[in-house]
């Protein structure tokens, strides 16, 4: 892999992270409201 | 609002400040600066990998003041308690994606995906300690029971944080000096290079608030649902029956 | 009853329980060997690797020892309702934790005495200067033990808690595996003079953490 193979690895794994660890809030939350009713 | 940190407008704004400060730190990182003179364009790498440290050391930071205030008898709230355990988990996710980050940049700039010098050890360590204070985090117990305990495992393990970022100053170490808080506070970075790591941290810090507000709201919500199954299963059996399974299982 | 007093008492009755139910020379020394045992199936017992790694597979040992030896030590609490009179006595929470520390301290000293002739034997190593050895081994020993029962009440009355001490205390006392490890190896075939900044370094750990475990031990007890 050549250093800008690396680079976009990076960004693009944060990226993902970054958005999952928001969609799992999202979700856990979603899931906690249901069991309210 | 006992659910939340921030006023809902507070909130949007963070949010939408998250946003822009991303897109320009994409832009600046990528685009704008420069390729480093001597690690090419690996180097900007960097501008998540420190941002990322800097944040874990911040969200850790918050989990001990939360464990602290906790602990101590005058400020004593349940506030404190859901700051430093919904801190902690974004800390865990901050501290595994620096080692990602990291393990990316070393490849293409050591030759190696991992070396076992005083910073990359102490940051897996940090990152061990803070999981077991995850797992602490969901044992089936009073609320005050576990805040306390949490409370304690959270002020140990701090202990890390220091030593994380002095190692680079106390041991030999493959990983380079700090950039910026080196001991002669000398920042050895420039211009656009400079900029794309101020809006990375700036970009992190924003984004940081904003999921520890969600976070919050989530352990709060998680709290009211363990009540309420606890109280469910009392009253299953004040009834005289065998508590459900359910009722039973919610609690184990 | 001054604090020494009471500690004595609450060590004295852990180690007459072991020393009736023989947990220690019964189950955890044959696990020790067993896992030195493991260690020459798993590395090269040709090439001196295992010599060369010794005081790190003797430390590993011991650590995972150091886990089984705590969860016992709360397992004898948890039965019969034993912690409610622990409660229930007029005993001091430091007193407590200081006599509970005590006696797992000596019980892994008795263990790691005896692992050590294990690793003498089993993986050929020459103890050249003992004193820093010895006195790196109780440093390192004590702090084991501090931290193990500080986070043995930490986990006490929680169902989980054989699988959540290892994951809460195994990171908290790597400074004490890798103290502990360099001060051997020094001792064994490097300059002996190297490994006393370690156990400096091992000593300031045990203090630090029979210190913090005097002062949390008794509000976590009355509350597990």
């Not at chain 2, 963070?14 to 003179?37: E, I, Q, T």
């Not at chain 3, 195994?170 to 300059?191: F, H, K, Q, Y």
Request: glycine share 8%.
């Amino acid at each position: 892999m050549t250093d800008v193979g690396f680079v976009i690895a990076g960004w693009v794994i944060t990226a993902v992270v970054l958005v999952g660890y928001w969609l799992s809030i999202v979700w856990r939350t979603h899931r906690a409201e249901r069991t309210e009713q | 609002m006992s659910d939340r940190l921030m006023a809902p407008v507070a909130r949007r704004i963070v949010g939408v400040a998250a946003l822009l400060a991303l897109g320009a730190l994409v832009a600046v990182g990528l685009f704008v600066a420069p390729p480093d003179a001597v690690q090419g364009d690996a180097q900007r790498l960097m501008y998540l990998h420190v941002p990322a440290a800097w944040l874990a050391y911040l969200a850790f930071g918050v989990t001990a003041l939360g464990s602290a205030l906790y602990l101590w008898p005058r400020t004593r709230s349940a506030v404190w308690d859901r700051v430093a355990g919904a801190s902690a988990e974004i800390g865990v996710v901050f501290t595994g994606l620096t080692l990602l980050l990291g393990s990316l940049w070393g490849r293409p700039v050591w030759g190696v995906w991992w070396a076992w010098d005083a910073r990359l050890v102490t940051t897996a360590v940090l990152f061990f300690l803070y999981l077991g204070y995850l797992a602490l985090r969901r044992i089936p117990a009073a609320l005050d029971v576990r805040a306390k305990r949490c409370a304690i495992a959270a002020l140990i393990a701090f202990v890390d944080v220091p030593i994380v970022h002095f190692s680079v100053t106390w041991w030999r170490t493959l990983h380079q000096q700090a950039t910026v808080f080196n001991p002669e506070l000398d920042a050895k970075i420039q211009g656009t290079m400079a900029l794309a790591l101020w809006l990375g941290v700036l970009a992190f810090t924003l984004l940081y608030v904003y999921l520890l507000d969600h976070r919050y709201r989530l352990e709060v919500l998680d709290e009211d649902r363990e009540e309420r199954e606890l109280e469910a299963a009392i009253a299953d059996r004040v009834q005289g029956g065998t508590p459900s399974r359910e009722a039973v299982g919610a609690t184990s | 009853m001054n604090l020494f007093q009471e500690a004595a008492l609450v060590a004295g009755k852990d180690l007459r329980i072991e020393a009736r139910a023989r947990v220690i020379s019964q189950q955890i020394l044959p696990f020790g060997l067993i896992v030195l045992l493991l260690f020459a199936f798993a590395l090269d017992p040709d090439r001196g690797v295992l010599q060369r790694t010794a005081p790190g597979l003797f430390w590993v040992t011991v650590l995972l020892a150091c886990l089984l030896g705590v969860s016992r030590s709360f397992t004898v609490e948890a039965d019969n309702g034993a912690r409610d009179g622990l409660r229930l006595s007029d005993l001091d929470g430091s007193s407590i934790f200081l006599g509970k520390a005590i006696a797992l301290a000596v019980e892994l000293l008795v263990f790691e005495a005896l692992l050590t002739v294990g690793v003498v034997v089993l993986f050929d190593v020459h103890l050249a200067s003992l004193l820093p050895l010895a006195l790196g081994t109780v440093a390192a020993t004590v702090g084991l033990a501090a931290t193990g029962t500080l986070y043995g009440v930490l986990a006490a009355g929680i169902r989980a808690r054989e699988t959540l001490v290892p994951v809460l205390l195994l990171p908290v006392v790597a400074p004490v595996l890798l103290g502990a490890t360099r001060a051997w190896e020094a001792s064994i075939d490097g300059v002996p003079g190297d490994a006393w900044p370690w156990v400096a370094l091992l000593a300031i750990f045990a203090v630090l953490f029979v210190g913090i475990g005097m002062l949390a031990f008794g509000p976590l007890l009355e509350e597990s």
